[in-house]
């Protein structure tokens, strides 16, 4: 989920059963810690009856500080579904998720779905649940019921461009969270996810692993690439973010400015079809672009109540929001245009659906402490105001939210360490995918990752919208590209376009 890609998190958190709760150990003597760390895993059913019967689980002991590896330890859940095909298996695929703070354990469970027969016969399918999320050892902010809706998460700032507010509320999340995250939230870091990853590339007795990260996983997928170049395989990384050691995630929250603004054309032009009787808007996209910014001016003076939402009412920022999320998929564009049609009275609000809590708290924990443990973020009120006010204007779809000012500009403490640099050392064994209209990672920022990659990748760029690329959007030409590569290495000799289809 990243408070960064949040739209995605929240689609995932809603799907989300809630996890068990795991403590986190005491700390183990050197040589039972060493031992837990050389041990294999130890594979059993797993706890979750939404997992397919294949899949099997196991828990990992990892250092709590890589850098005290006989000190205090954390707890991985990891899990699998073995090749399909022994006799032609290649390795195993670590699946590595989005957020950061979205759940991985039934990441096979889902691939098995997706993923074609060439690929379910040579790997394992690995998938993990990151420090902090989920059935690994958790970690909670406990913050307010009112701090967890997307108008809070996400810095929009008020109708009339002011970020007072977003000041206020950046600076009590993060105070609650690191009053209440303890170490596990100090300990969050990218650099620490990868060495995790690495820790169950060990424990699954591989000495390389292969790869597949999505959206945030792209960006943990290029730094477990830079920090352990030895033992990677083959590495697909779909949906990608823009490294700039600089600014990294702060980096991600501007680039969704330009993201909703590459993408939105697509749901303009669904929602000017005259064929989309249902769900039809306007008589063109240029008139469904004026609707949508005069609806939600409207609701920002004028809010509708909207019972069991989070905030309990459809205003201007909620709006915003839901495009946000609706700009994921073509699959939920009916759900926006339904809420627009409402805004204009011509039928009720639809049923609200927020995401219980529990499972809230967890991935919004686990994103606070990534990002503000990732890279340091500015700290002047006035200069957010005045980045606020200018992309207020230059992307009005966005009202100024993706330069505001987050918890990590209240962050108590440095981070550890600095951000890596992705560079192009290291073998040329990376193959990235993605959509030209990405709304939450845009084409633009997926060309610098391809930049600092150099000749260790190559890129498959798709003619279609929406977020993740890969067995996701149907297209024939970037799934058969993957895929081949995945199963026996074959990667395009250079970039490649692959048109639209449909």
């Known amino acids: 989920m990243r408070i960064l890609h949040l739209g995605a998190a929240v689609t995932t958190v809603l799907a989300l059963t809630a996890p068990a709760a795991t403590a986190v150990p005491a700390a183990a003597a050197p040589s039972a810690a060493a031992d837990a760390a050389s041990a294999p895993l130890v594979w059993t059913s797993c706890a979750d009856a939404a997992a397919d019967a294949r899949q099997q689980c196991a828990t990992l002991p990892v250092p709590l500080d890589h850098r005290d590896p006989a000190g205090p330890r954390i707890t991985l859940t990891v899990s699998r579904i073995p090749a399909a095909r022994p006799d032609q298996r290649r390795g195993a695929l670590v699946m590595i998720p989005g957020g950061p703070g979205n759940p991985g354990l039934n990441g096979p469970t889902s691939a098995v779905k997706r993923l074609p027969r060439s690929v379910l016969d040579r790997y394992d399918l690995i998938g993990f649940d990151p420090r902090g999320v989920g059935r690994s050892t958790p970690v909670d902010c406990r913050l307010a019921h009112e701090d967890l809706s997307m108008t ?7 109708p009339d461009g002011s970020i007072t507010g977003n000041l206020e509320t950046a600076r009590r999340i993060a105070d609650t969270c690191t009053r209440n995250g303890g170490p596990v939230l100090r300990s969050l870091s990218t650099r620490n996810e990868a060495r995790d990853i690495d820790r169950i590339r060990r424990a699954l007795g591989e000495r390389r692993i292969s790869a597949w990260g999505v959206s945030y996983g792209t960006y943990a997928g290029a730094v477990y690439a830079t920090m352990f170049p030895q033992h990677t395989d083959r590495i697909v990384l779909d949906s990608n973010d823009d490294p700039d050691p600089t600014r990294v995630e702060r980096g991600w929250l501007a ?19 005259p064929a989309n009787t249902d769900h039809r808007l306007a008589d063109t996209p240029q008139q469904v672009r004026e609707l949508f910014l005069r609806l939600a001016a409207q609701l920002d003076s004028a809010p509708l109540p909207w019972p069991g939402a989070n905030p309990a009412r459809l205003d201007g920022n909620t709006l915003r929001a839901a495009l946000l999320d609706t700009l994921y998929a073509d699959a939920r564009f009916p759900r926006l245009a339904e809420l627009m049609l409402a805004a204009q009275g011509k039928h009720g609000l639809p049923t609200a659906s927020t995401p219980p809590d529990k499972a809230m708290q967890n991935s919004v924990a686990v994103s606070v402490g990534t990002l503000c443990n990732d890279v340091s973020w500015p700290r002047s009120a006035d200069g957010y105001a005045r980045e606020v006010a200018a992309d207020r204007i230059k992307y009005p779809l966005t009202a100024g939210m993706p330069v505001n000012a987050m918890p990590c500009a209240f962050w108590p403490t440095a981070p550890a360490e600095a951000p890596v640099v992705v560079s192009d ?4 064994n990376i193959l990235m995918v993605q959509n030209l209209r990405d709304p939450a990672t845009p084409y633009r920022g997926a060309l610098k990752l391809r930049a600092a990659l150099g000749d260790r990748a190559r890129m498959v760029s798709v003619d279609a919208g929406g977020h993740d690329a890969y067995a996701a959007n149907g297209n024939a030409c970037g799934d058969a590209l993957v895929s081949r590569f995945l199963a026996d290495g074959r990667r395009p000799e250079h970039d490649v376009l692959c048109p639209a289809e449909g």
């Not at 809070?152 to 008020?158: I, K, N, R, V």
């Not at 697509?266 to 079809?273: H, V």
């Open 152 to 158: 809070t998460l996400l810095p929009w700032p008020a």
């Open 255 to 273: 680039a969704y400015a330009v993201g909703v603004e590459d993408r939105f054309p697509d749901f303009a032009a669904w929602a000017s079809d």
């Open 425 to 428: 050392r290291g073998p040329s």
